[in-house]
């Protein structure tokens, strides 16, 4: 799927849905922490994304997300 939006890490998506409780297709993040973020989709749908890289897991976590939603 083609989007204009940029949903690269430290994107204003990535801090909109990350840090400002925004959405993206429909997900919001509830946890983001410790090696895992985990999104919402309404009541139907949760995904769980971690990583065990120490100093680049929000963007390991991000770039999962995002290849599993687009």
């Keep these: 799927m083609v989007t204009d ?3 690269s890490y ?3 998506t990535y801090f909109d849905v990350v840090l ?3 959405s993206f297709k429909g ?3 509830i ?11 309404g009541s139907k749908s949760e995904i769980r994304v971690n990583s065990r ?7 390991d976590c ?5 290849a599993q939603v687009a």
Excluded at 31 to 38: E, H, I, N, Q
Excluded at 53 to 59: E, F, G, L, S, Y
Excluded at 62 to 66: A, D, G, R, T
């Design 5 to 7: 939006k940029d949903v």
């Design 31 to 41: 946890y983001v922490g410790d090696g895992l973020m985990v999104f919402v989709h």
């Design 53 to 59: 890289k120490r100093h680049q897991w929000m963007k």
């Design 27 to 29: 997900y919001t993040s």
């Design 20 to 22: 400002k409780n925004s």
């Design 62 to 66: 991000w770039q999962q997300f995002i």
């Design 10 to 12: 430290e994107s204003q």
